[in-house]
């Protein structure tokens, strides 16, 4: 067998790598309803991804919500190139470079300044833990260490590792680990507009749960150090959206009982759901918060954690123990933000928030025809993310769909029976229309 054929890779794959999120014998179990194909990739151009074989797919998912421009974007490549040649990677304690400070610089400046510092990492989940630690430490170095409780929502996905699980509240990544994780975390009522009564609306359901927010501040506030959210869309739970009222009380209910708002926007920030920050169609602004995913543009791990000045003056002081003393190897990857640096670049270049206004109106049109589809409820959108529910009682319905548009030309993976579509910001009207046709056709032969 050639190793340049797709079945070459997928046996030597299956033998030696094990892949996330992954039951790895549904790799192997081809026919069965639960089998789960393992596609290997041999390149990416634009919106695409091309096997072995010649077989290609269209990426409607970004790669797991981290493409904004695209696979081998020429503009980031360069940079890339040019940064490879100059510096690739210094320790960032006690050593600065131009990459990280002018990343921090332009961050902070998209806050509106309000978050003056950034932190580094290399993954989602270590920005939750660093945000997490920060706050905490915070309230013990201002003199309140019984602050030291947390609150997310109901749904809330803050990452895997074994902190950030403490903050996420999916019962498949969460169940089999409850032992190790720390139980200081309490879960609220998630503004999730599907909850919502009949005559409720999104707004009336947000304020239902900021309602139990502040009913849970009322008694406990003196010991909560911080509430983390995901702004407007959560995630993980099958892009449960919700309408920003809720982040708006939070924020009034935050200052009122002095608990820090961590908005975690590691899937929600640049552009998503249609400003640069989600949290920003609320007219708020966080404490702490996390990003990474798109912050690269879907080139390399990095996540960054922005908080405000007030809680970076408070680990000012002679004592070390005072200090954040937390650290990564990687931390601040001259590569990685110069990544960062290039995806900012393509914003501000190509004016790409009002570019992605139309695309979500296009996704919207190759959506619409589904509407009236008799088990499709819940048809929603908030920018660039769009996603439907399935009322189905198949329990290999998400696997069927992924394999039907898989078959169709498109990577398209739902959750659960929640189908979504997050393509890359340069995907053009015909590929919109061509996963609009994809979606159709494998939700067809998944409940054939
Ligand atoms: C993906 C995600 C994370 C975790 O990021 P990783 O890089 O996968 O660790 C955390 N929060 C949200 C909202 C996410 O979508």
């Given amino acids: ?118 932190f580094y990492a290399s993954d989602g989940a270590s920005a939750t833990e660093i945000a997490l630690k920060m706050s905490f430490h915070y309230w013990r170095n201002v003199g309140r260490p019984e602050k030291a409780e947390f609150l997310c929502l109901a749904g809330s996905y803050h990452g895997e590792t074994v902190g950030a699980l403490a903050v996420t509240d999916v019962a498949i990544f969460k169940d089999a680990y409850a032992p190790l994780v720390r139980a200081a975390a309490h879960v609220l009522p998630s503004p999730d507009f599907r909850l919502g009564e009949p005559g409720e609306t999104p707004a009336d359901v947000a304020r239902r749960a900021a309602a139990a927010l502040a009913a849970h501040l009322e008694r406990r506030g003196d010991s909560i150090a911080a509430l983390i959210v995901e702004p407007l869309v959560q995630g993980a739970a099958g892009m449960a959206m919700y309408d920003p009222e809720y982040l708006r009380l939070a924020r009034q209910l935050c200052d009122q009982y002095e608990v820090h708002l961590i908005c975690d926007e590691i899937a929600v920030g640049c552009g998503r759901t249609g400003t640069f920050f989600a949290h920003e169609q609320a007219s708020i602004r966080p404490d702490l918060m996390c990003l990474s995913k798109g912050i690269s543009g879907g080139y390399l791990p990095l996540s960054v954690v922005l908080c405000s000045d007030t809680i970076y003056a408070a680990f000012l002081d002679d004592s070390v123990a005072r200090a954040f003393l937390h650290s990564h190897s990687y931390t601040g990857n001259p590569l990685a933000c110069r990544a960062a640096l290039a995806t900012l670049d393509i914003f501000e270049q190509d004016d790409v928030l ?95």
Avoid at 18 to 32: D, E, I, K, N, V
């Fill in 1 to 118: 067998m050639s190793d340049s054929s797709n079945q070459a890779w997928l046996a030597r794959s299956q033998a030696a790598v094990w892949h996330p999120c992954t039951q790895m014998q549904h790799h192997a179990q081809t026919g069965s309803p639960a089998h789960l194909p393992l596609v290997p990739i041999a390149r990416g151009a634009g919106a695409w991804l091309y096997d072995f074989d010649g077989r290609r797919y269209l990426d409607g998912i970004s790669s797991w919500w981290t493409n904004l421009f695209g696979h081998a974007n020429p503009r980031i490549n360069a940079a890339l190139c040019d940064q490879l040649e100059t510096l690739e990677h210094v320790m960032l304690a006690g050593f600065t470079h131009r990459p990280v400070v002018e990343l921090s610089e332009r961050l902070s400046a998209l806050t509106g300044g309000a978050l003056g510092h950034a």
């Fill in 354 to 448: 009002a570019a992605n206004r139309l695309k979500a109106q296009q996704i919207a049109a190759a959506l619409a025809p589904l509407a009236g589809h008799p088990q499709v409820r819940h048809l929603r959108q908030r920018g660039m993310i769009a996603a439907f529910d399935v009322a189905t009682a198949d329990p290999h319905f998400s696997r069927r769909f992924y394999r039907a548009a898989l078959e169709h030309e498109a990577l398209l993976r739902p959750i659960g029976n929640t189908v979504y579509l997050m393509p890359p910001y340069i995907v053009s009207d015909d590929e919109i229309a061509h996963l609009g046709t994809a979606a159709r056709r494998a939700l067809e032969l998944a409940l054939a």
